[in-house]
């Protein structure tokens, strides 16, 4: 049965999709698929926001990240992919909402701070990477999305939303638009290959979904395991050890797991060996996915069909929000 909870969710379209994506949102997205009305939004203006002079990047991955929801098993019956830019109603609302913000809260947002730190933007941030947060309240509200179920790091975005959602139905006089909920996702964040607490593609530590199987044995190789464990015979640290923080998180046979742990902490297990159980894991997982995907890349056209046609009925719902919203501005001139 299906809730009244409406949810959205969306990716920029920088790369295609990792692993951890995969534990941080596409599980919880192909759960959610059968009980709730979902969107997922690929998020080609806000990828913009810091890759403005490299726009063919981003629309070349719209149709990767098509590719990597489709062969994960989001059901384009059950979902509606739409993408963002396609979606004027969202700019439109971007600037009401902008009215309803400070320059000072925009440069509060921990997320926002994080990431402009990380790529060195100082004094000279470009405006619309500054207020993107903005812009992802209209993605969110102009669906009336009600659930997005998001990893931490995108917490600040649904404050910020609700901040706007009560400013702009308080200041207009009307509840248009609801409050929204974050939904944690059950698994916690997935670090990267090197160790670092987060798995990205632009800190080159990441396993795509789309990895061949030379490319997924080659970094499982690599992984960060324990820098004091050089013999077979020596005990290994399994905490901080990548290897057992994945074998924690993708291999259902626990027992199998503890039993590892108990080896490697005796000593007598070694890295190699260890690596090859956690890359077979890895790869019954990930080699239905690429056998989906190699099939599905053979027709792209077919791909971005079911694209513009979820996008196309997201724009009827949008038209309607915004119309409300311009009866509540006084913005009706017809
Ligand atoms: N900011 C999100 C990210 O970087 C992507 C995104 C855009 C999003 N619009 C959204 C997520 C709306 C949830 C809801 O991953």
Known sequence: MKFKEIVLTGDRPTGPLHLGHYVGSLLNRIALQDEYEQYIMIADLQALTDNAD????????????????????????????????????????????????????????????????????????PAGFLMYPVSQAADITIVKGTLVPVGEDQLPMIEQTNELVRSFNRTYGKDIFPETKALASKVGRLPGLDGKAKMGKSLGNAIFLSDDEQTLKKKVMSMFTDPGHLRVEDPGQVEGNMVFEYLDVFDTNKVKVAELKHQYRQGGLGDVKLKMYLFEVLNELLTPIRTKRAELAKNREAVLQILLSGTKKVRKVAMETMNQVRDVMHLNYE
């Open 54 to 125: 490299n726009p063919v990047k981003v629309r070349d991955n719209v149709i990767e990240v098509m590719l990597d929801y489709l062969s994960v098993g989001i059901d384009p019956l059950k979902t509606t992919i739409f993408v963002q830019s396609m979606i004027p109603e969202i700019a439109e609302l971007t600037i009401l909402y902008l009215n309803l913000v400070t320059v000072n809260r925009l440069q509060r947002n921990p997320t926002v701070k994080a990431e402009m730190q990380s790529k060195s933007y100082g004094e000279s941030v």
